[in-house]
């Protein structure tokens, strides 16, 4: 077997990612990507900057105390949103998005986006649908 540089490894291993497949890494992070509550936790962070946890659930209504606590701490493991903690009394944490949560709310603004702007039409065709 011959011998592979680093970046033949990392090129290999970006080909074997297939979101079809089911046990496929890259699957698990399209589903939590896809969740509401990422989808507008991003937002949230690209439209404030840097905001403290009662900030971002005031800002995103609906959500639970415990779903914003998961999707936090999600986003923070894959590495999309940074955590940082003051030694204020009392102690202050604050959330802003990473470089790499940057480079993911284009996409995520764009489906923010387009859902507002379509809500209209599918409202109508679910009352076309609902009609039959």
Do not use: N
């Not at 900030?55 to 998961?70: D, H, N, P, Y």
């Not at 936090?72 to 590495?79: F, N, T």
């Amino acid at each position: 077997m011959p011998t592979m540089t680093a970046a033949q490894r990392r090129t290999a291993a970006k080909q074997e990612y297939d979101a079809f497949l089911a046990d496929c890494p890259s699957r698990q992070l399209l589903g939590r990507i896809s969740d509401k509550w990422v989808g507008l936790t991003i937002a949230a962070l690209h439209e404030r900057g840097t905001l403290r946890y009662s900030e971002l659930s005031r800002r995103i209504a609906g959500v639970s105390q415990k779903m914003l606590t998961q999707t936090l701490r999600s986003l923070e493991r894959d590495g999309l949103v940074s955590r940082t903690i003051t030694p204020t009394v009392p102690v202050t944490v604050e959330y802003a998005l990473t470089p790499l949560g940057e480079s993911l709310q284009e996409v995520m603004l764009g489906i923010k986006s387009w859902a507002e702007t379509h809500m209209g039409e599918v409202h109508a065709a679910r009352e076309t649908y609902d009609a039959r």
